[in-house]
Every structure is written in structure tokens, then in C-alpha cells.
């Protein structure tokens, strides 16, 4: 090694502090770290002074200090090791090219390993012993070819498991080190700007909106949103009086800005205006749509996803983070839950011209669409919006924000359970004096008091005022006269819309001074449609709890009870049971504290058919275990001892029995001819030849024996099973196998009943500290997965490694 090289490493190794004791000390870098440079310098260490297991043995055993030295000079041809630091003091991974390099080297000395190793072979081997090998040699290249390909194959899995091995050192782990400054929201931002949809495709000529009964011509604008209610035509949208208003208002005054219908023909009455040929136009367009092949569909959706690709992520402080809706939404009529006052009003078209996009000063601005410019460009670090517009329904503003898997996102997730959490050590004093103020003098004070009763106890959001052109949903602070029923002694009915126009309903008992504040804040002159709060708003009672903790407002109070109500619940459950026992009891937990938030769902229109289908697969796994027990007693009449474990084989009946085997044998039809068509279509789609109706004739051969062999089975009482289950050992094994498929189906049907009309997810991840389902998981040793599923991990993420199963909320 040359001089100039020795400095090097031993310059770059100075900088790990190792030189002397007085440089070594770890504290200014975070615990999580110390101990992973304190390695690396190990193994750099050991690299400098140790020798290369990759050279040839014979270069290994030159022990002479010229070899030495040759070795030392040689070394100059190889690339110096370098070493590198990040910002947070953590060595950066050897580079690819690197590591590929050393592989390379390592093959090469193997071969030359080889053929020194060839130059020793004995010279008196025998003439047979030659031969031999000569015969062999077909055959060994044969395998030495399978040799290759599979230490190809290994070389591909390590290299991918190296770059996974670096995406994970390059990943941004803000948990382990907190930003605590929470006005600048980042340093650098760049992205492409937002996606636009579609211009409007004209309708073909022969497709018309009647008005009257005579074709009418429609400027493309108003065409396009007369297309919005045809679609709808069927649908209670479409025969809602309320959107067909707002609708035809909408209508007229896009036709009016674009002069009127093209042949003249006025139009003032809704009633004369027939959508039927564009209704059908669209329901054929609909159902042509669905015949499109997995194929289609999948080539569709690759070219989808290559238009959002330049969408989908953006560049902050230099990391690549995931952009979460960076659609622009569409123009279409809205609908609005519940009875919304301004269901079928024209959302209209988004322009360049509308939006404002948000990024460094430093960075490239996005081109708008041809013909455009951005309406504005900001360089504001204090918000986390990357654009934005404002809807012309509501005069709102739509933002376009990071992803939820984002590290802006997780951070705000996490300040926002912390906030919760933090509220734990004011709850007591909080609680002992809106207690004491529900008899204060001072009617505000009361007011105040009782609010937060309310939304303390029964989880209530606080509520504020609707104009008139707002659904009429309301919360605690915006409760009417209507909205509350008194019934001695201490009983309280709440009935109202809440947030999504979600009815409230819940008849509980409240503290007797509670009660009695209610009565006097309902003494007359008031009357339905007065406000019970009378004195009090959302801002008035925000700042009330301010004064216990910064940043407390009634939001916190519904997520530090949802999540301490959760932590109360799992407290509850056992370590014991099986995983499907176990989730059962985890959404129990999870349905308590839904409840309490009011995230109640209708039943969907597929759940009685999906608990049907759930009972009917229940029913197929115990006729297979009876037929299992059949078996058994065929290879060992003896058994029939057993009395109670053969007791179900007679509660099963021959027309039970013969509905089971038509139920199975109509599916496996349709399952060989769902696979021939779609294994056709993709053979099609990449220009294969096509599967042979001999072949789809061969799969309904066998499932036709199939039918024969239940046949028989039960005409003659004897079971047909496959030769593998020939004792009574096998078939007992697979009768445990089968109950446990049983059990956990019945859970998972009993859990499918009792969430029916209660929505888990809301709760789980909006109000329910998600550390708290991660602690349960590696507590009862339950896949984390069967709580996240993917998208929640990955948002998640922060929760899932920052605590063990000692955490508590």
C-alpha cells in the first residue's frame, strides 16, 4: 500500500475519534447510533490489518518481507476502502460497484484456486481412474450448468438482499430523532405538480338529450355535465327532487354562458328534459367496461400508473417521500351524505388558473398544461400543502398533501396521540372542576362545565354553527332544544345528526346535577330550535381548556378516551386461545371504543349474502370431517365404540348431504370454466396459442367423476378418499385440521355479524393510538398483519418500531 493511500484510511479512521481516548467518547451522538459505529470501526479495523481470505492459499503462505511488501504494493491495483459519514453520523453503505467488484475477485482466485489445485494431481493416478472420469464428464457438465444457475440465482438474492439491507440504512426514521420545531415544515420541497383529468370526449351525434321530445344540440360544456345526471338517471341521486333542482340550475346557467343550445331550442322545465338515450349510451359503455379481460384490465392499469408516475412522489429535504392525492379532482355533480341541501350542484372543472402550488424557491417549476399558467407559485416552509385550489361549491380549499405514509404525516400522528397522552396528567383537575362548576352562579360557567361533561363522558365532537346551505349535522356545543329529552329522575335521550349527517342516538344517565343543568338550560321561552348552549361556542370552550394545557381542545378529549378506553379493554383480554380467539377479543376491544365515538355504518347490501356464504362453507368442512369419520370406521369397525366422537355421522341427512355435493360440484365447474376463459384471454393478450376445448373438456371430465364418486357415496354409505388417508392416524389428523378450520370460520363469521353496523376502521385509525394495537400484537404473540394491513403499516410504521409490549398508553 502506498503511502498516500495508508493516509488516507488513516485520516477517514481519525474521524471515528479512534486516535485517542480523549476523542472516543459517544455523547454527542443519539444511543441508537453509538453502537453501530462502534462496529463498524471494528470491522475497519479489522480490514486494515487482517488479510484478504479472498487471495490465493498460495500468496497466503509467502511469509518473506519482500512477498510482504509485493502484497502491500499490489494492493494499489485494488480500490481503497472508503468511508464515508452522513449527517446524523452513521457510516453510508459500500457502494454496489464496489461489492461487485469483490465478488469478481473472489471468482477469479477460486479459478486460480482450482487450477493450482489441478497442477497437484497425482501423476501416478490410474489409466482406469482417467477414464472414468472421461465417461462422467457429460454428466458433470450437465449438473455443473445446474450448479451455475443456481449460484446465479443465489447471487441475485443476495444483491437484492444487499439493496434492501441499504434502503433500510437509507430510510428517514424521524422517531429516533424529533423535530421539535413545529412551524417549519421542511427545508426543500420539490414535486411535478398535480394531475389532471381528462378533457371531456364528445358524445357521438346519434346521442342526444331530448328536450320536449326533439333532439337537442348542446355546446360541448353543458353536454358534458348533462352526461353527469343521465349517468345518475336510476340511481336515488338521480330521482332525489332536491338534486334534480340544484342539478337543472346548475345546467341552465352553463348552457347560458356558452350561448344556449346549437339549434335553438329553450329550455326552461326539468320535466321535458329526457336523458334516456344517453342514460343507455352510459350503461353500455358500463357494461362493456366489465367484459374486458384480466388482460385488458391489467394493461389498462399499467398504463395508468405509468400518466401518475411523475405524480406519485416528491423530493423533501432530499428524500424521496410518497404525494397523497395528487389528483385534481374532477369535475361531476355532488352528492353530499345525508340530506345535504346542495346535493346535485355542479362541481365545476379545475384550471390551471385555479391552483397554486407550494415548493422551494430553489426548485424547478412544473410545466402547466399547454396553453395554461398556475394560477400562483408560493415558497411558504410553514405548511405542508404542495398545491391548491378552491372549490366553487362550498368556497373551500382542497389541498394536496403528503402521503399518510409520509414522515410530515407520521410526525403529525404522532404530536397528535402524544397531545392525547399528555392530558393523562390534567384529566383529575380538569374532571374535580367542571364538576364543582356545574352549580357555579354564573351561567356560562355552568354551560362550560356541562359541555365538557359531555364531551368527557359520552366522547360527543364539540360542534359548531351550519348556515342554512350546510347539512344540518351537529355536536355538543350546537345542540338544539329538540335534540335532548329529559327523563326523570336522571335519564337523557340525544338524538341528532352527527358529523356525515350520522344519527346519534343514545339513552343514557347522567349525574343528577347534570340533569338538572339540562332542565334549566330548556326552561321556557325556549322551545325547538333554540340553541341548550346558548352562551357557549367551540372557541369559547377551546380556550376555557387551554387554560390546563397548551393546545388542548375537545378533539383531544375524543382520542385520549378512545385510546384509554382501548387500553382499558385489552387489559381485559387473556394470553390464551388460539390467533382467531384472540383477534376476536381484540375487535371487541375495538368495537367498545367505536361505540363510544358514535362510527356506526349501514349494513352493505352483500352481508346477509356473505354471512350466508360463510354458514354454507361451515357446513361443507364438518360433511368433509363426518366423511373423515367414515373412513375410520371403515378401516376399523372396532371404533364404533366411540360412541359421542361418531355420534355427528347420523345428525347429517342424505338431502343435507346431496345439496352439499351439488353446491360443490356447480362450483367446480365454474371454477374450470372461469380459469379456461381467463387463462385463454391472457394466452390471447400475449399472443400464445389458445387453450383447445379438448383441454376445458378434460376438467369437466374430472369434476363429472368427482359427481360419480359422491354418487356412490351416498347410495352405498362407503367413503372414497385418496390413498394417502389409509389409516386411522391420517384420517384423525385431518379431522383436527378440519375442526380448526371450523372454529376459526365460526369467529370469523361471529365477528362479521357483530361489526355489521359498527365501523372498526374510523377508530382504529383516527382515534386509537396505533402503539397500542402493536403492543397487543407482539404481547399475544399475534402477526401484526392481522391487525394493519399494508397501508396502515406503512403509516404506521413509527408505532410498529418504536415500543415493546411493556408500552401503555
Known amino acids: 500500500m502506498t503511502v498516500s493511500s495508508w493516509d488516507k484510511l488513516v485520516s477517514q479512521n481519525s474521524v471515528l475519534g479512534s486516535t485517542s481516548e480523549s476523542d472516543s467518547s459517544d455523547d454527542d451522538l443519539p444511543l441508537s447510533q453509538t453502537s453501530v459505529i462502534k462496529q463498524k470501526e471494528l470491522v ?37 476502502l472508503k468511508v464515508e459519514y452522513n449527517s446524523n453520523g452513521s457510516l453510508s453503505a459500500i457502494s454496489k460497484e464496489k461489492k461487485k467488484k469483490n465478488k469478481k475477485k473472489r471468482k477469479i482466485n477460486s479459478v486460480e484456486n482450482n487450477k493450482l489445485q489441478d497442477k497437484d494431481i497425482d501423476s501416478d493416478t490410474s489409466l482406469k481412474k482417467i477414464k472414468l472420469e472421461k465417461k462422467q464428464k457429460k454428466k458433470k457438465e450437465t449438473v455443473k450448468k445446474t450448479e451455475l444457475s443456481q449460484e446465479e440465482e443465489k447471487e441475485k438474492e443476495e444483491e437484492k438482499e444487499e439493496e434492501e439491507e441499504e434502503e433500510e440504512e437509507k430510510e428517514y426514521k424521524w422517531w429516533e430523532n424529533q423535530n421539535n420545531n413545529d412551524e417549519i415544515k421542511w427545508h426543500s420541497l420539490k414535486h411535478n405538480g398535480v394531475m389532471f383529468p381528462p378533457d371531456y370526449e364528445p358524445l357521438p351525434s346519434h ?46 346557467q352553463v348552457l347560458e354562458e356558452n350561448g344556449g343550445t346549437l339549434n335553438g331550442i329553450k329550455i326552461n322545465t326539468f320535466d321535458k328534459c ?74 365545476r372543472r379545475v384550471y390551471p388558473e385555479d391552483i397554486t402550488l407550494n415548493l422551494s424557491e430553489d426548485a424547478p417549476i412544473p410545466d402547466p398544461p399547454a396553453g395554461h399558467k398556475w394560477g400562483e407559485v408560493r415558497h411558504d416552509n410553514t405548511v405542508q400543502w404542495l398545491a391548491m385550489w378552491k372549490e366553487n361549491i362550498f368556497g373551500s380549499h382542497k389541498y394536496v398533501r403528503l402521503a399518510a405514509n409520509s414522515s410530515l404525516k407520521g410526525q403529525s400522528d404522532f404530536k397528535k396521540f402524544e397531545k392525547a397522552r399528555e392530558l393523562k396528567s390534567y384529566i383529575d383537575i380538569i374532571r374535580k372542576d367542571y364538576r364543582r362548576n356545574l352549580k357555579s352562579k354564573l351561567m356560562l360557567e355552568r354551560q362550560k362545565a356541562v359541555a365538557t361533561y359531555l364531551i368527557d363522558v359520552f366522547a360527543l365532537r364539540a360542534g359548531g354553527e351550519k348556515s342554512e346551505d350546510e347539512a344540518d349535522t351537529v355536536g355538543c356545543c350546537s345542540l338544539r332544544y329538540e335534540h335532548v329529552t329529559l327523563k326523570p329522575p336522571n335519564t337523557v335521550i340525544f338524538d341528532f345528526l352527527g358529523k356525515d349527517s350520522i344519527r346519534f342516538y343514545q339513552e343514557v344517565e347522567v349525574d343528577k346535577q347534570v340533569f338538572k343543568d339540562l332542565m334549566i338550560f330548556k326552561r321556557p321561552p325556549k322551545q325547538p330550535g333554540h340553541q341548550l348552549f346558548d352562551r357557549l361556542d367551540p372557541s ?7 387554560n390546563y394545557m397548551p393546545g388542548l381542545t375537545a378533539k383531544v378529549f375524543r382520542t385520549y378516551n378512545a385510546s384509554k378506553t382501548m387500553q382499558d379493554q385489552l387489559d381485559l383480554i ?26 356506526q355504518r349501514s349494513v352493505t347490501k352483500g352481508h346477509a349474502q356473505a354471512v350466508e356464504r360463510a354458514n354454507l362453507k361451515i357446513e361443507e368442512l364438518k360433511w368433509q370431517k363426518i366423511r373423515f369419520k367414515k373412513a375410520m370406521l371403515q378401516i376399523d369397525p372396532t371404533l364404533k ?46 399472443g400464445e396459442e389458445l387453450l383447445s376445448e379438448e383441454t376445458l373438456k378434460e376438467w369437466l371430465d374430472k369434476v363429472e367423476q368427482l359427481r360419480l364418486q359422491y354418487k356412490r357415496e351416498l347410495e352405498t354409505g362407503v367413503v372414497e378418499l385418496k390413498s394417502r388417508y389409509n389409516t386411522v392416524e391420517k384420517c384423525e389428523k385431518q379431522i383436527e385440521k378440519l375442526e380448526q378450520r371450523i372454529r376459526v370460520s365460526s369467529i370469523q363469521l361471529q365477528d362479521k355479524e357483530e361489526n355489521s353496523e359498527v365501523s372498526l376502521g374510523t377508530s382504529k385509525i383516527n382515534y386509537i393510538d396505533p402503539r397500542l394495537s402493536v403492543v397487543f400484537c407482539k404481547k399475544y404473540n399475534v402477526p401484526i398483519e392481522k391487525i394493519f394491513p399494508k397501508t396502515l403499516r406503512d403509516k404506521f410504521k413509527w408505532a410498529i418500531e418504536s415500543v415493546d409490549e411493556s408500552w401503555r398508553f
Do not use: W
Request: proline share 4%; hydrophobic share 30%; with cysteine.
Open 641 to 686: 365404540r366411540r360412541t359421542k366422537f361418531f355420534k355427528e355421522i347420523k345428525e347429517i341427512t342424505k338431502e343435507q348431504e346431496a345439496q352439499i355435493h351439488d353446491r360443490i360440484i356447480k362450483r367446480e365447474r365454474e371454477k374450470s370454466e372461469i380459469k379456461f376463459a381467463r387463462d385463454n384471454d391472457k394466452r390471447n393478450f400475449e
Open 207 to 252: 346521442v342526444k338529450l331530448y328536450y320536449d321530445g326533439k333532439p337537442v344540440d348542446l355546446p360541448l360544456e353543458a353536454e358534458e355535465v348533462a352526461g353527469f345526471y343521465a349517468a345518475l338517471l336510476e340511481t336515488d341521486h338521480g330521482k332525489n327532487p332536491v338534486f334534480q333542482k340544484n342539478f337543472f340550475h346548475d345546467f341552465k
Open 274 to 347: 329526457d336523458f334516456t338515450k344517453m342514460h343507455k349510451y352510459f350503461e353500455l359503455k358500463r357494461e362493456e367496461k366489465k367484459k374486458l379481460s384480466l388482460q385488458e384490465r391489467k394493461q389498462n392499469r399499467l398504463e395508468r400508473a405509468k400518466l401518475e408516475e411523475p405524480y406519485k412522489f416528491c423530493e423533501l429535504d432530499g428524500r424521496r417521500e410518497q404525494v397523497g392525492n395528487f389528483r385534481v379532482e374532477p369535475p361531476d355533480l355532488f352528492r353530499g351524505r345525508g340530506a345535504h341541501p346542495k346535493t346535485g350542484k355542479l362541481k
Open 44 to 80: 475497519l479495523k479489522q480490514t486494515l490489518s487482517e488479510p484478504s481470505n479472498d487471495e490465493p492459499k498460495v500468496k497466503k503462505e509467502m511469509t518473506s518481507s519482500k512477498d510482504v511488501q509485493r502484497d502491500h504494493s499490489n494492493m494499489e491495483s485494488f480500490d481503497v
Open 540 to 546: 369559547i370552550l377551546n380556550k376555557y381548556l387551554q
Open 574 to 599: 387473556p394470553n390464551k386461545g388460539t390467533i382467531a380467539e384472540k383477534l376476536l377479543r381484540y375487535n371487541a376491544a375495538n368495537r367498545t371504543v367505536a361505540i363510544l365515538c358514535n362510527h
